[in-house]
T-cell receptor, first 114, second 112 residues
Framework: SAVISQKPSRDICQRGTSLTIQCQVD?????MFWYRQQPGQSLTLIAT?????????ESGFVIDKFPISRPNLTFSTLTVSNMSPEDSSIYLC???????????FGSGTRLTVV | AQSVTQPDIHITVSEGASLELRCNYS??????LFWYVQSPGQGLQLLLK??????LVQGIKGFEAEFKRSQSSFNLRKPSVHWSDAAEYFC??????????FGGGTRLMVKP
């Protein structure tokens, strides 16, 4: 299975600022997924990032708020823009493992907006 | 659209008792089904997955799950719960590299 390095692991940010989260995968993958886990909640898909094309966003998530970059097949970033306390969540990236049909998740970024 | 329902938000069992966590899914194609566990402040750990073959799947930590197509269910079981099993459990459905859809989660508490 792929191994994902996700950074930062946690951050405390001021409202109105932006934070960029990075995920580096140790192998080439076609699709990367970004999820949000609000406090005490389940995981919700934000968007699917394909290399060479714009990310596909789920209902309720927009590119201006959560811009995503996917410059190559091993790397992606998610930016949380113009943050408010409601953005305080854990953000996770994930990839599908083609060999075993499983999924690997990054360790998550715990974001607190004050 | 795919969806996953975990009917039980909280479950409390005594240590040593058996456990069953329910999961029902809606999916238009052949589902790939997963159970993950998340301990407080920790990341997601895969317990087991199913995508074909034997409908009774064995996972880590003594967990198993049974896929029942007729009931659209994939319930997680453990014959004897340990205090260290207290955590949040998530059922998820996907297919061959596409996005995973997660259920709302079940929080398991274990009484001594």
């Amino acid at each position: 299975s792929a191994v994902i390095s996700q950074k930062p692991s946690r951050d405390i940010c001021q409202r109105g600022t932006s934070l960029t989260i990075q995920c580096q995968v140790d192998s080439q993958v076609t699709m990367m997924f970004w999820y949000r886990q609000q406090p005490g909640q389940s995981l919700t898909l934000i968007a699917t990032a394909n290399q060479g094309s714009e990310a596909t966003y789920e209902s309720g998530f927009v590119i201006d708020k959560f811009p995503i970059s996917r410059p190559n097949l091993t790397f992606s970033t998610l930016t949380v823009s113009n943050m408010s306390p409601e953005d305080s969540s854990i953000y996770l990236c994930s990839v599908a493992n083609s060999r075993d049909y499983g999924y690997t998740f990054g360790s998550g970024t715990r974001l607190t907006v004050v | 659209a795919q969806s996953v329902t975990q009917p039980d938000i909280h479950i409390t069992v005594s240590e040593g008792a058996s456990l069953e966590l329910r999961c029902n899914y809606s999916y238009g194609a052949t589902p790939y089904l997963f159970w993950y566990v998340q301990s407080p402040g920790q990341g997601l750990q895969l317990l087991l997955k199913y995508f074909s073959g034997d409908t009774l799947v064995q996972g880590i930590k003594g967990f198993e799950a049974e896929f029942k197509r007729s009931q659209s269910s994939f319930n997680l079981r453990k014959p004897s719960v340990h205090w260290s099993d207290a955590a949040e459990y998530f059922c998820a459905v996907g297919n061959a590299g596409n996005m995973l859809t997660f259920g709302g989660g079940t929080r398991l508490m274990v009484k001594p």
